[in-house]
């Protein structure tokens, strides 16, 4: 059964030439929006809502936060050349942030769709990268080591 944000995104899509429903759906949940009006200012909000998380997460392991365990922890994990890719994967996923902020004040319905179509491929090679990096996070946490080598001496 097709739900009515699907119904009026492929109205929208027809008109704008929008990604794939499904596809868009399969990343950012958009099918669970509330209601069909202002579609695309609403889909923008909810992959900025998705994207602040992210950028959230990069950002405590390109500017770790002493008093954060997971952050101090997970970052030695990393080389130099692979913080300098997570700053420029930061970068990219702010300006875009900064990008739908300005579309969703903007309010002009064709700037928004025209965003949407350039952003989604650009997405998936974001993702991509973003899964790299939490793959390592995620891994630094099955390595040996010593609570006086994680967090120092207490003494």
């Not at 998380?53 to 990069?58: A, G, S």
């Not at 630094?140 to 609570?147: F, H, R, Y």
Request: net charge negative.
């Amino acid at each position: 059964m097709v739900n009515e944000i699907e119904k009026e995104y492929n109205k929208l899509s027809k008109k704008f030439k929008l990604p794939k429903f499904k596809e868009i759906d399969s990343e950012f949940e958009i099918s669970n929006l509330e209601n069909t009006r202002f579609l695309i200012r609403n889909v923008l909000r909810r992959i900025e809502e998705k994207l602040e998380f992210y950028i959230e997460v990069i950002g405590n392991l390109v500017h770790p936060d002493a008093s954060s365990l997971s952050s101090m922890y997970e970052v030695r994990y990393f080389s130099d050349d692979e913080k300098n890719d997570m700053y420029n994967l930061f970068k990219k996923l702010m300006k875009t942030n900064r990008n739908i902020i300005e579309l969703i004040l903007s309010s002009d319905e064709k700037k928004q769709a025209d965003f949407l179509n350039g952003f989604f491929n650009e997405w998936l090679i974001m993702k991509k990268e973003l899964l790299d990096f939490l793959n390592k996070m995620k891994d630094s946490w099955e390595k040996e080591s010593t609570i006086e080598e994680d967090l120092g001496y207490f003494g």
